[in-house]
């Protein structure tokens, strides 16, 4: 008897959910930062980083949609 096929990701969904962590992360942290105190600036405006989560963010969006639709299409492919 066969087992049930797993589960598995694929690679697209994975580059994409590092793509929105590491382009949106670093405008997260500089938020998170000015929210708890951390730096001088109460109200920064870090450039940067929001161009760099602005560029980042649909791009990761769509890689990952489109990884966890390859992937349930694999499943159901293996499975059935």
């Known amino acids: 008897m066969e087992s049930p096929p797993r589960f598995k990701l694929t690679v697209v969904f ?3 959910l590092a793509l929105l962590v590491l382009g ?3 405008l ?6 000015a929210e708890l105190g ?3 600036d109460p109200n920064p405006n870090p ?3 929001g161009l760099l ?3 980042t963010f649909w791009p990761a969006v769509i890689l990952i949609v489109w990884g966890l639709i390859a992937s349930v299409l694999r499943y ?3 499975a059935g």
């Open 14 to 16: 994975w580059i994409g």
């Open 53 to 55: 989560a602005f560029f």
């Open 76 to 78: 159901r492919r293996q």
């Open 28 to 33: 997260l942290l500089i938020i998170l930062a």
């Open 47 to 49: 450039i940067g980083p």
């Open 24 to 26: 949106t992360g670093p």
């Open 38 to 40: 951390l730096t001088s």
